[in-house]
């Protein structure tokens, strides 16, 4: 018996069927928030099992959940093995709405710079994000030749779509490509540079919009938040989302990068399929 499997085995008391998943692990990450007081203050709740919903009376750090903190739970014992920690954060990212406004007609460069349109000399308007990360199946295996698209408004709330850019077209940056697509190589990674997103009415919660697509078939469609933002718990789609579990697989965070003149940030996205049947 290996050093994993003899950790594992006294972590659990019992091995799960067909070895760790993180499906697996996710039960568990909420058998262990249940058996906290939390959940005395439940309410709210459809459809999933109970969670800790209580936001009112939860502990602030527990408002927007951070990975950190349910890790930082179980205690440092439990992820010595480098295997098992790796492995057991591939938690599936949830699916969430398209919304209204992927583009109604792509724009002529749909390049993974979002921030200058073809060979124009004029920036984008707004904070400059390097956005990288990779696409992963649930087991961590890179997912190679998967186009990730991403598309969000404009640092004036401004979305490349008719029903958006027509009526607010004194208002939109023209400088901003609005839409962009990378197709990831064998490490999975896809890479973007873009603006930090930004609330727009209705969604208080600024976001970034992606979608994955591989051999004609799409794969996922969802959308992330910036970690931490006051707008996240005001806003109806993250709201929406009632596990805390797949609140903390929506956020992301934005890293000033240091010593950057012009005030950049980078953001790291893991995308990880295999919560739905067509994201084989
Ligand atoms: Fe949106």
């Excluded at 800790?52 to 009376?57: A, H, N, Q, R």
Aim: hydrophobic letters at 35%.
């Amino acid at each position: 018996m290996g050093a994993r499997h003899a950790h594992r085995e006294a972590m659990t008391g019992s091995e799960p069927e067909g070895g760790l998943n993180s499906a697996w692990f996710a039960d568990f990450v909420r058998d262990f928030l249940e058996r906290l007081s939390f959940n005395k203050t439940c309410h709210g709740m459809s459809g999933r099992r109970a969670l800790p919903l209580g936001i009112s009376t939860m502990p602030k750090s527990l408002l927007i959940p951070n990975r950190r903190v349910f890790l930082g739970a179980f205690g440092a014992a439990l992820f010595t093995t480098r295997g098992l920690f790796a492995e057991q954060l591939l938690l599936p990212t949830p699916a969430m709405t398209e919304g209204p406004f992927y583009p109604d007609k792509l724009p002529l460069d749909r390049d993974n710079d979002l921030i200058i349109i073809s060979d124009s000399t004029t920036p984008a308007v707004g904070e400059i994000t390097h956005l990288t990360g990779r696409v992963l199946n649930a087991n961590g295996t890179p997912v190679k030749d998967a186009t990730v698209e991403i598309w969000q408004c404009d640092a004036n709330a401004v979305y490349l779509h008719t029903r958006d850019s027509g009526p607010k077209a004194d208002q939109q940056d023209k400088h901003f490509q609005g839409f962009g697509h990378f197709t990831t190589g064998a490490a999975g990674e896809y890479r973007f540079r873009t603006i930090k997103p930004v609330p727009y009415p209705g969604r208080p919660a600024p976001h970034i919009h992606f979608k994955v697509k591989k051999g004609g078939r799409d794969l996922l469609t969802s959308q992330f938040m910036v970690r931490g933002h006051e707008g996240n718990l005001r806003d109806g789609v993250f709201s929406g989302v009632r596990d805390l579990i797949d609140r903390e697989l929506v956020v992301a965070d934005f890293i000033p990068v240091k010593d950057s003149k012009i005030g950049e940030y980078r953001c790291h996205f893991d995308i990880i399929l295999g919560r739905t049947p067509n994201e084989g």
